[in-house]
């Protein structure tokens, strides 16, 4: 959707962390200092917070106790200044979007490219910004053709060892969390413990995971290390599955001493799917009885088949924000809320879920 208005100024959760507000300004600095005019402080007495109305989502996140951040890429920090100064002011942590995934930082299988991921992790320094790692391990890492030409049973294990040092190393100090594992749940595969059939499956076994996880710790002791998985969030059969899988798949990590910190919920919403607020407490109820933290890691709506009119859009988007940020923000073991992508121009559904009216 290649619209001129930023996620942060058209769909306003955020700037309450849950609170409903009036939607339709342009730009972030545009509904701020609207909000600014009709409320110079805003009070949350129950959470007993307070901060200004001008106050930028960092800082309101903050008040709460929750950290907000954004993906991005450098390319658009470096081309767009507007867009770097509203992304610098409004984020405490910065993802990359694509630098550290596979298929950017191995040309080869002999070589690392840390280009972009350290000029990410030299903004978020600069900027006073956490910095995360995302992912470490992921199933289309296979995209990769020398990756897909090389792997075998006899050497996966080792090709998998070494990058997960490699990176973490690079990083070792630098990283508030890394996904260590990402998306290695899909019910619908029809495997009895709901793992997907990713080519990491095949060549090593369940057991990648555990390799995975251990490798980390070892490499970066500090950084907090995730489990990141999809479509967890809807009143749906597949999701249903999902949780149940993702559940099963924690308690076992926990269970065998897999140092597995966090899940990671990725939460790409669907505004024309339901959520069940019972059914979606529970799950992060249990998922924080093991004793682990969540995050929201990559928090966006999908509009595709909602009205072309952009203001009634708009305030359905916004709904549905509110409406799953105030069922998860209620579990204290939720430490951050970050979203994949800080501006609409820029978003990965306007290739992925493009709209046929935009």
Request: aromatic share 8%.
């Amino acid at each position: 959707m290649a619209r001129n208005h930023t996620m942060a100024g058209r769909r306003t959760f955020l700037l309450g962390m849950g609170a409903s507000a009036a939607v339709g300004a342009c730009t972030i600095t545009d509904r701020l200092r609207a909000l600014n005019d009709k409320a110079p402080e805003i009070i949350d007495e129950k959470r007993n917070f307070a901060v200004r109305g001008d106050a930028s989502l960092r800082d309101r996140a903050a008040a709460k106790g929750l950290i907000y951040g954004a993906a991005t890429g450098f390319q658009l920090l470096s081309s767009d200044s507007v867009f770097a100064n509203s992304f610098a002011r409004e984020c405490a942590m910065l993802v990359p979007e694509n630098a550290l995934k596979w298929p950017t930082l191995r040309p080869s299988a002999s070589s690392f490219d840390f280009t972009e991921g350290d000029a990410l992790l030299e903004f978020a320094r600069t900027h006073n910004m956490l910095f995360r790692g995302h992912p470490l391990v992921w199933g289309y890492d296979f995209d990769l053709e020398w990756l897909k030409n090389t792997a075998n049973s006899q050497n996966a294990e080792r090709l998998l060892v070494k990058h997960i040092k490699t990176v973490v190393g690079h990083y070792a100090g630098e990283i508030h969390s890394w996904d260590v594992v990402n998306e290695a749940i899909n019910p619908s595969h029809g495997l009895a413990d709901g793992l997907a059939k990713t080519r990491w499956l095949e060549l090593i076994g369940p057991k990648y995971i555990d390799i995975a996880f251990r490798t980390a710790a070892e490499a970066d002791p500090k950084a907090l290390l995730v489990y990141n998985d999809n479509a967890l969030d809807h009143d749906t059969p597949d999701a249903d599955a999902r949780r149940v899988a993702t559940l099963n798949l924690l308690k076992g990590l926990k269970s065998r001493g897999i140092p597995v910190q966090a899940l990671g919920m990725q939460a790409h919403l669907s505004a024309d799917q339901p959520i069940n607020p019972s059914k979606l407490k529970a799950f992060l109820h249990d998922v924080a009885s093991l004793g682990m933290k969540i995050l929201i890691t990559e928090l966006d709506v999908i509009d595709q088949k909602l009205p072309v009119e952009i203001k009634g859009r708009d305030r359905i988007v916004a709904k549905v924000y509110e409406d799953y940020l105030s069922v998860v923000l209620e579990e204290p073991a939720v430490i951050a809320v970050l979203t994949w992508g800080l501006s609409d121009r820029y978003t990965w559904h306007s290739q992925f879920n493009p709209r046929q009216d935009k």
